[in-house]
T-cell receptor
Framework: QKEVEQDPGPLSVPEGAIVSLNCTYS??????FMWYRQYSRKGPELLMY????GNKEDGRFTAQVDKSSKYISLFIRDSQPSDSATYLC??????????FGTGTKLQVIP | GAVVSQHPSRVICKSGTSVKIECRSL??????MFWYRQFPKQSLMLMAT?????????EQGVEKDKFLINHASLTLSTLTVTSAHPEDSSFYIC???????????????FGAGSRLTVL
């Protein structure tokens, strides 16, 4: 079983839609959960990080962690064409190695 | 915020030559940097962990003599692909760990990546 599972997509939505991106993980010891956005041929950039369970909101983005089900989500409200990118979920135990999901490619159609 | 600068962004070389990629932390000191490799439509694969002043730690299956890593200062790590072959063509990305927020989460700041093409 992979440490992090992520639907690779691609996911195609119309502009203005609410997007839900999801990951599952296997190790209950993971405490830090991060979402990165990667545009084509660029390095990933940090979108949000969450420690332990709960929700965190930043503008149009909401990160959600459910440690009981080992499930993490990223919601994007009022999606824009500029949101078109690959979204990578990551998990770690803190100072330990960061484990990446395979990434979900999102396309927001104007 | 923390910025990692990576150069070159793109390099084309002939088979058998060596290529060096630099990764610099611009406004912070990075005792630990990470080197990743990414194939098209795939996620990042950790190649090695670079530690300032000591030997790099390589992931299983990564040839340390092929991918030389040097972390001579707190702001610079380099990856040298020695005797490059076409199968080494890939997107190489470095990152540095930055402690962020009151939770102390260690998040990664990435360079822009270097696309290597070996002819």
């Amino acid at each position: 079983q992979k440490e992090v599972e992520q639907d690779p997509g691609p996911l195609s939505v119309p502009e203005g839609a609410i997007v839900s991106l999801n990951c599952t993980y296997s190790n209950s010891a993971f405490q830090y959960f991060m979402w990165y956005r990667q545009y084509s041929r660029k390095g990933p950039e940090l979108l949000m990080y969450t420690y332990s369970s709960g929700n965190k909101e930043d503008g149009r983005f909401t990160a959600q962690v459910d440690k009981s089900s080992k499930y993490i989500s990223l919601f994007i409200r009022d999606s824009q064409p500029s949101d078109s990118a690959t979204y990578l979920c990551t998990v770690s135990g803190g100072y330990q190695k960061v484990t990446f999901g395979t990434g979900t490619k999102l396309q927001v159609i104007p | 915020g923390a910025v990692v600068s990576q150069h070159p962004s793109r390099v084309i070389c002939k088979s058998g030559t060596s290529v060096k990629i630099e990764c610099r932390s611009l406004d912070f000191q990075a005792t630990t940097m990470f080197w990743y490799r990414q194939f098209p439509k795939q996620s990042l694969m950790l190649m090695a962990t670079s530690n300032e002043g000591s030997k790099a730690t390589y992931e299983q299956g990564v040839e340390k003599d092929k991918f030389l890593i040097n972390h001579a200062s707190l702001t610079l790590s380099t990856l040298t692909v020695t005797s490059a072959h076409p199968e080494d063509s890939s997107f190489y990305i470095c990152s540095a760990r930055v402690t962020s927020g009151v939770s102390g989460a260690n998040v990664l700041t990435f360079g822009a990546g270097s696309r290597l093409t070996v002819l």
